[in-house]
Every structure is written in structure tokens, then in C-alpha cells.
């Protein structure tokens, strides 16, 4: 189950937390692995010995640095993959930072390079791997295509002070919905986890106390290995009809989360015409009456 000898995986911010577990993980089912993080004396080293540990139980990885979300830097990623090991078969999109702050008191710039490195940096690698995996298919070769993605639930909960990374983190599902939709037809899937864990991201924010190792030396269920599994079975042949998917993973949990559905569809009463605004009061407040609570209220961090 889940072998992945000859396949090829590229995992973006694979130096250190989630990353490096997954790639660890990957490795340790049989696939050649690239080990992608920043180019930073801090990030190198983490990036080195996470490719050091996957030689210690004869995995083949090696480490490409660069931004996940500058072109060039994505497109060297994918030239010295192909170069290196023949082909790319697993695209894990991973990498990314934080920069916290509400909404009313968040610069451009904290915008900006949150999307940029969230948003884009999975836009420019998916780009890559589907162009690959699709040249492929019309040369009439086989094509083994697992794209994974990584949002957060920030993204469906909202996250009050983090505007940046929740739109961000939306905006990967729907790009993802909208591969596996195209993809389909090559049987390459695309899927979405939502991970929780402690890590370099979270060890300073809100959730890092609920998140911490148990005192009493148990079961730590916010170790980033617990989430590795899980892209390790999505990454193999087993798992080839789950596509479009997205679940949020932690512990010894993972949670298939029900894609949006219609609630209720409301006609005029008055018949086809255009709503009047005291016709849509009247419609819209059977639902949203004295006893309605936004979906939103009443928490600030997603239920546990
Ligand atoms: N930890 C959690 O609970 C949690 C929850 C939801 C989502 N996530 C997501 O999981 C992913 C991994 O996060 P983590 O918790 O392991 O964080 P982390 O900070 O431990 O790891 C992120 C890695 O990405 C690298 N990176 C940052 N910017 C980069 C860039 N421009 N190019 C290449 N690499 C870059 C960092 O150097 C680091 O190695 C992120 O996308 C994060 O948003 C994490």
C-alpha cells in the first residue's frame, strides 16, 4: 500500500514543520524527492538536513532553493527535478509564511506578500506540474499527476486577524476544485488538506498553548508527523479516485469536509420580475429572524 518507488515528488517549503514530514513521509514510501525552500542560511540548513535524514534510510532526495512563488525561481525548480530525476509526479504545494494584523490595520505590503506566497506560489508550481503532465498525455505517454495542496481553515471559518492568509487560503481551494476538474481526464487528482500543527508558523500565535506536546509525554496530536499520512496515501496509486477534495488533518483525525450546498433557493412570490427590496425583506427574514446567529459568531478559533 502507498508504494511509491519511481515516482518523483516536489514539496515546497520542505525544510522545516509540515513540510519536511511530508517529504520524510514521501521518501519513506519509495519516491525520489526535492526538497524546495527558501534560499536563506537558515532555510539551506534546514533543507540540507532534511535531505541528510532521507539518505540516513536510503531515500533519494536533493534540495532546489528558491521563492515557490517567483517564476523563475519555480521554473528552475521544475527544470532541475526533470533534470535530476526524469520526471515530476507529485507537486506539493506547501511553503508559505504569516504576517498577522486586522483587517483596519494591515499595510499593502503584509497583504500582498501573504497572497503572493500563498496564492501565487501554488499558482506558478501547478502551473508547471499540469503543463508537464499535459505535454506528457498529447506525446501519448503515461502520466502519474498527484497535486496536494495546502490551505488552512482559516480559509471557511475566516480568521479575524488574518485577512491576508484566510483569502489566500480560499482562493487555493478554488484553484484546486478547478484542477481537478480539468485534470480529470489525464486521472490526475488534486486535493486540498488543512492541516493543524505545531510548528515554527504557529509555535508564536493563538493556538500555540493548545497546540503544545502533553505534559505527561503521551500522544502529541499537533506533531506536524501526524498530517504526513495523509499526503502519502493522496499521493499514491491507492488514492486515485479521491479527487476535489478537501480535509483537514491533525492527530489522529482527518475530517472530509462537505463541499458548500444549497440551503434554500427562493423565488418571488409575485412571479418572474425583479425582487423589490421590502419583497426580498420580507423573503430573506423567515430565515434570518430573531433567532438567526451568524455562522460566524460566538468563536474566535475554529471549534476543537
Ligand atoms: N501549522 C499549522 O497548524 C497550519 C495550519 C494550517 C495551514 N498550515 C499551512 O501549512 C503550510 C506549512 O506551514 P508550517 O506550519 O509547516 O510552517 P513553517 O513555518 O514551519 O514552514 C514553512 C516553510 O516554508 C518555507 N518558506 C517560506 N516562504 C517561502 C518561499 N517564498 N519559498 C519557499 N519556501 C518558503 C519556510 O522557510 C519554511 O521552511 C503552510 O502553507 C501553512 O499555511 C499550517
Request: net charge negative; hydrophobic share 45%; proline share 4%.
Amino acid at each position: 500500500m502507498g508504494d511509491l518507488t519511481g515516482k518523483v515528488a516536489v514539496i515546497t517549503g520542505a525544510g522545516r514543520g509540515l513540510g519536511r514530514e511530508e517529504a520524510i513521509q514521501l521518501a519513506r514510501q519509495g519516491a525520489r524527492v526535492v526538497i524546495n525552500d527558501i534560499d536563506r542560511p537558515d532555510a539551506a540548513e534546514a533543507a540540507h538536513s532534511a535531505v541528510e535524514e532521507i539518505k540516513s534510510f536510503g531515500g533519494e532526495a536533493i534540495a532546489v532553493f528558491g521563492d515557490c512563488a517567483d517564476s523563475a525561481d519555480a521554473e528552475n525548480l521544475m527544470k532541475t527535478t526533470l533534470d535530476t530525476f526524469g520526471d515530476m509526479n507529485i507537486m506539493i504545494n506547501n511553503a508559505g509564511f504569516c504576517r498577522d494584523k486586522t483587517i483596519f490595520g494591515m499595510s499593502d505590503d503584509e497583504f500582498d506578500s501573504v497572497v503572493r506566497v500563498h496564492l501565487r506560489g501554488h499558482f506558478v508550481n501547478m502551473r508547471n506540474a499540469t503543463a508537464h503532465w499535459r505535454e506528457k498525455a498529447k506525446a501519448g505517454e503515461a502520466v502519474y499527476g498527484r497535486l496536494i495542496s495546502t490551505s488552512s481553515e482559516a480559509a471557511i471559518y475566516g480568521s479575524a486577524g488574518q485577512p491576508n492568509y484566510a483569502a489566500a487560503k480560499a482562493g487555493i481551494i478554488a484553484m484546486a476544485m478547478g484542477a481537478a476538474q480539468l485534470l480529470d481526464k489525464y486521472g490526475i487528482t488534486s486535493n486540498v488538506i488543512m492541516p493543524r500543527a505545531l510548528t515554527d508558523m504557529t509555535a508564536g500565535g493563538q493556538t500555540a498553548e493548545m497546540f503544545a506536546p502533553p505534559a505527561d509525554g503521551g500522544f502529541h496530536a499537533f506533531d506536524p508527523a501526524n498530517v504526513a499520512p495523509l499526503v502519502g496515501y493522496l499521493a499514491s496509486p491507492e488514492a486515485g479516485r479521491i479527487s476535489g477534495e478537501v480535509m483537514v488533518v491533525w492527530g489522529s483525525e482527518v475530517s472530509i469536509l462537505q463541499r458548500p450546498k444549497l440551503l434554500d433557493a427562493i423565488a418571488n412570490p409575485k412571479g418572474a420580475q425583479k425582487w423589490s427590496v421590502d419583497d426580498l425583506h420580507t423573503a430573506l427574514g423567515e430565515h434570518y429572524n430573531d433567532s438567526y446567529v451568524p455562522v460566524w459568531g460566538g468563536y474566535t478559533v475554529p471549534p476543537f
